[in-house]
């Protein structure tokens, strides 16, 4: 599973004309469902998201996690993080779940994100979205488990 996780001043996602999520300062969790996925590796990839971190503290070092910075999620669903780009110019998706399991596993992290008390909103699941951000910083990270 992989998240590719961007500090952002705010965050929205809109689809068919319609803001669905919408954040102010927080982490914006672009999420990847590999097939060999599980619900335990969703739950650390949830307890790596919300403790990293990634927001700067009275001396201005990156020590606080999203929920200490009083942050907020926006979390959607990318296939396309779960790319094999190795060879040649166009991407497989061989490596990314299976529909039904990549949504099973978007909702449970959502859920367990939501279980620690931050504030989650997120995208529609296999939609088309557009995605806006102010990316803070610019920090943006990969984070695999």
């Known amino acids: 599973m992989i998240a590719l996780i961007q500090r952002v001043t705010q965050a ?26 599980t619900p335990q590796k969703a739950q650390r990839l949830c307890d790596k998201v919300i403790g990293y971190r990634v927001f700067s503290d009275e001396q201005g070092k990156m020590n606080l996690n999203v929920q200490q910075a009083g942050g907020s999620l926006l979390v959607v669903s990318q296939f396309t993080l779960a790319a094999d780009t190795q060879k040649g110019l ?10 039904q399991k990549a949504k099973e596993l978007y909702r449970y ?15 529609k699941f296999a939609a088309d979205m557009q995605v806006s951000l102010i990316n803070d910083g ?8």
């Open 12 to 37: 929205k996602v809109v689809v068919e004309d319609e803001t669905i999520g919408d954040i102010g300062q927080g982490l914006l969790v672009l999420l990847g469902v590999e097939k060999d996925d």
């Open 109 to 123: 992290f959502i859920e367990q994100c939501r279980v620690t008390g931050v504030k989650t909103e997120t995208g």
């Open 90 to 99: 166009r991407p497989s998706f061989s490596g990314g779940a299976e529909p």
């Open 138 to 145: 610019p920090v943006t990270f990969w984070l695999q488990v």
